[in-house]
């Protein structure tokens, strides 16, 4: 389980690059792509649920009929015996809606199976209220959680050693950063006066929005903003801009003509932006909206210009300085 459909594709890419796994035994669930398969008897093969008659098949047939991987081994007495990987989304597991009949099909795959591991990507999140039910619905031997920051603002932390169990392991950073595993960083804060005009303006306002508008738009911030981008960009260097509030992000990105990625973005979009970003040496800055904060692989950043933020949260700033570790 992770957190976005972009860290389904990179958690998928990187179980085939680590392990011997044949590509049809590890799936895929999320809103755009939903890997599951039907046995036919007509025909003795598995049909995919989006091959004509796939679907129908799917709703009638019973749960150990539905697989979720393209090969495997028949069902021994009603009992599902095939063994593979599937990856998806805390959302996809845990939505309480009504669901379409594609997504109800591959549920029922999911909840009449006993899985031998549960590993959840950035388990902090496990505790919130929507995601809590992951770990009933999904029956399985054992679970690993695996986080940077072990941190919640709510104080539900403690909840996941119930949820999911104790903590096994922890790492030191500054140990990490000692023995040379990850890049020794370092933070500087930039202090932007606001322009006569806009701090006059947000003197005048009541309104908290308006006023995280002014700061954030600020010209003077706008401004040391480009001067920093550009003076990493010729020195080689690939930066990533963080803002949460998205018309702040898209006026800086727009602005400077660079690449954005937010809420909105399309997945196949968002992974065109990343692969540009790590492979098109003309890309060398990216703008972010909080979906950038949490299980997005971009080892080829390592520079962060964050103009706001989630109110200086702990765990954001923790997670947004682990995209340039």
Not at 95 to 104: I, K, P, Q, V
Not at 167 to 183: H, P, T, V
Not at 205 to 210: L, R, Y
Not at 241 to 263: C, P, Q
């Amino acid at each position: 389980l992770c957190t976005s459909g972009v860290s389904v594709t990179q958690w998928r890419n990187e179980f085939l690059r680590w392990t011997d796994l044949d590509p049809k035994c590890v799936g895929r669930f999320t809103a755009q792509t939903k890997d599951l398969w039907v046995d036919d008897p007509a025909t003795g093969r598995r049909v995919h649920l989006k091959e004509d008659g796939g679907l129908a098949r799917a709703r009638e047939a019973p749960d150990h009929e539905l697989h979720l991987w393209e090969s495997g081994d028949a069902p021994v007495g009603g009992r599902v015996r095939e063994g593979g990987v599937l990856v998806t989304t805390f959302h996809m597991i845990g939505y309480s809606g009504n669901r379409g009949a594609e997504s109800e099909a591959v549920m029922r795959a999911i909840s009449s199976r006993e899985w031998g591991l549960l590993l959840l990507d950035e388990v902090h999140v496990a505790p919130a209220n929507t995601f809590r039910k992951v770990v009933e619905v999904v029956k399985a031997h054992a679970k690993l959680g695996l986080t940077a920051t072990l941190v919640r603002e709510d104080g539900k932390i403690e909840d996941l050693f119930y949820l999911i169990g104790p903590k096994l392991y922890e790492a030191n950073w500054l140990d990490l950063q000692n023995q040379g595993s990850i890049a020794t960083v370092k933070c500087q804060d930039v202090w932007c006066p606001m322009t006569r005009e806009f701090f006059a303006e947000y003197l005048r306002t009541d309104s908290k929005a308006k006023r995280l508008l002014l700061y954030a738009l600020n010209p003077n911030k706008m401004r040391n903003c480009e001067i920093l981008m550009r003076e990493h960009e010729a020195r080689g260097d690939k930066i990533i801009v963080f803002s949460d509030n998205i018309l702040t992000l898209e006026t800086y990105a727009r602005r400077f003509g660079r690449l954005m990625i937010h809420g909105k973005t399309s997945e196949a979009e968002r992974q065109q932006v990343l692969t540009k970003f790590r492979e098109d040496e003309r890309v060398r800055t990216i703008f972010l909206s909080a979906v950038g904060d949490t299980s997005i692989d971009i080892p080829a950043a390592n520079v962060i210009i964050q103009v706001n933020s989630h109110f200086g949260a702990r765990r954001q700033e923790a997670q947004r300085l682990g995209r340039i570790l």
